[in-house]
């Protein structure tokens, strides 16, 4: 079945594509500099790195891809594959230590469904919980997680690679429903083509869960509009998790208005199967259309309005901040579409999207404008931050393999699909992964790792500012405690902000509340003997005197200070223990 316009076979023979990827990768490395990225530029990522040996690996990946371009198995067992490859590709990269700061706020969140409970949680969030911008539904799935399994972030890792699975598989089923089977596998196979994408993957954020969950959701209220009933209830469920992951996706669902327009304009194509003889009119089925929408709208609304109605007045402020603070601060905390577009997600993706546009027009399909409009979107609006576009990441390679169907040779589309995957794949795990272990953040992970080894049953927390307090040192101690199995004691000490913090990215460490489980009480004081563990915010060359004091009876016994000197966020770890 074609799903584009038909271009020449002969140009996309095995060995240009192969040429091409080659070729591709030579260039984005030479004009790195291009890439503004601000967790994985390329500038940054490569620099130390062997690129002899990555274009060596390159071209064994290739060789690989052109053997699994031969084979069919994989389309054949298309959930099998897909959740295969997804779960692998996940484990290879669990590796990275948390480098994003806001990690702290999801597990501090967390743990407090732990400690107290969900009742708790429900009552306290946006109260005692600091909930700054954040919605309550993944701190809350994260918290029952540790309650069932474990305070560990495997545990979180699991999860989340179940998650970006999920959407795969989705990606897979919209394909499928919209155009064909091999547009849906190919769809789910290239969301392992953003390099950016699979980096993300082991971090106890809220980005591939919104993702997966926007995704979801698109799938299950297409199925609402053709069938009704028990679809409807789903799709409001799934509406109702893309609504509470992150404050984004409300803008994003707009998606789902289009593809209730979309069904209107083309009932006959969309809401009766394949080949089906049935004589519908077109009033019938709109109408039909009608219901189910409403439905599904009616279900939905009722479920996340008893929560807006609960949590108003939070959920008010929050958007406020959303509004007065980070929307204007948004055109500071930009990357171009070239680095997004093209260093992060392979140009082989963006590529086959861009042609995509003229395939569909050129087909007037109307199917097409429900995948690309959340890209328009992005780009109308001009939003480009990068963890902010990423829930799209689907549509887009939606988009790509709509485009890839113009090779209408399928080993030789399979291998075009392949060649973007494996480069991506390399990318991620033998340039990102080995820079992300380089990062600062990395100390708080391996000394986590070392107290663990401690015989003592906690440890003491002290942290220490820097003298340019871009960053509250506090909020290190959440993601310390997330790599620790010890208890931590830690009597936080407020700091007065910098004056340009109302305009910083990191605005919301200032506003850290401490837990009460961190709290030295008379219930549950700790030993004198204790290890002490001190936090500085970058290289501190003399301790200030009130921290000598408390450590003169210990001896330092090892310091993690591993950094690539590209970022703020620079936590630096000290270990004392008492001497003997």
């Given amino acids: 079945m074609s799903d584009s316009a038909s271009l020449p076979t002969k140009i996309y023979h095995p060995i240009s594509i192969a040429l091409s990827t080659l070729l591709v990768f030579a260039l984005l490395f030479i004009f790195r500099q291009v890439d503004d990225n601000r967790l994985t530029s390329w500038n940054w990522a490569f620099a130390g790195v062997d690129v002899s040996s990555i274009i060596i690996i390159l071209i064994i990946g290739l060789i690989a891809a052109y053997g699994l371009s031969r084979l069919s198995f994989h389309e054949r067992h298309p959930f099998i594959f897909l959740t295969a490859s997804s779960f692998i590709v996940c484990y290879l990269l669990w590796g990275a230590p948390e480098v994003i700061v806001d990690v702290s706020r999801y597990f501090t969140q967390a743990k407090h469904l732990n400690e107290y409970g969900v009742k708790y949680f429900l009552k306290e969030w946006g109260n005692d919980i600091n909930a700054w911008t954040d919605l309550p539904l993944l701190p809350l799935l994260y918290g029952l997680i540790f309650k069932v399994f474990g305070e560990n972030r495997v545990y979180i890792q699991i999860f989340t690679m179940f998650l970006f699975a999920m959407t795969a598989v989705c990606n897979y089923l919209l394909g499928k429903t919209l155009w064909g089977e091999n547009t849906g596998f190919n769809a789910g196979l290239l969301l392992l083509g953003i390099p950016y994408l699979l980096i993300q993957t082991p971090f106890m954020l809220v980005d591939i869960a919104t993702m997966s969950f926007l995704t979801f959701s698109l799938y299950t209220f297409i199925m609402a509009l053709k069938k009704g009933s028990k679809w409807a209830i789903i799709s409001s469920m799934a509406i109702f998790l893309a609504v509470f992951s992150k404050y984004s996706t409300w803008m994003l669902l707009s998606v789902l208005g289009m593809t209730f327009l979309v069904h209107l304009m083309k009932p006959y194509e969309l809401l009766t199967p394949p080949g089906s003889k049935l ?190 307090l871009t960053i509250n040192p506090a909020v290190s101690v959440p993601v310390l405690d997330l790599f620790t199995d010890k208890d931590i004691y830690y009597d936080y000490e407020k700091i007065t902000p910098p004056a340009k913090v109302k305009t910083s990215p990191l605005r919301f460490t200032w506003s850290y509340k401490n837990p009460a489980y961190y709290k030295i009480t008379a219930r549950n004081a700790p030993d004198d003997n204790i290890p002490i563990i001190i936090i500085t915010s970058g290289q501190v060359y003399a301790l200030p005197e009130y921290v000598q004091g408390k450590i003169k009876r210990y001896r330092k016994t090892v310091e993690f200070d591993s950094t690539t000197g590209f970022f703020r966020y620079s936590p630096v770890v000290l270990v004392y223990q008492p001497k003997r």
């Avoid at 992970?445 to 340019?468: C, H, Q, R, W």
């Fill in 279 to 468: 004589h519908i009119s077109i009033a019938r089925l709109r109408m039909r259309c009608i219901k189910n929408a409403s439905l599904t709208a009616l279900f939905a609304g009722i479920f996340i309005g008893i929560v807006i109605l609960l949590k108003f007045e939070v959920i008010t402020e929050q958007i406020n901040l959303l509004l007065t603070y980070q929307k204007p601060a948004l055109k500071g905390w930009s990357e171009s579409f070239i680095s997004t577009f093209f260093y992060h997600i392979h140009p082989f993706i963006t590529l086959a999207s861009l042609y995509s546009l003229y395939a569909a027009i050129k087909k007037k399909d109307m199917k097409y404008a429900i995948i690309s409009w959340l890209v328009f979107l992005i780009i109308l609006l001009w939003i480009k931050r990068i963890r902010y576009i990423l829930p799209i990441f689907p549509m887009l390679t939606l988009m790509a393999a709509y485009g890839f169907q113009a090779i209408k040779d399928k080993q030789v589309r399979r291998f075009a699909v392949l060649s973007a995957v494996v480069s991506s794949l390399i990318i991620a795990l033998f340039v990102y992964l080995p820079f992300l272990q380089k990062m600062s953040s990395v100390n708080l992970m391996n000394a986590g790792k070392y107290i663990d080894a401690l015989e003592a049953p906690a440890v003491k927390v002290l942290t220490i500012p820097s003298k340019t």
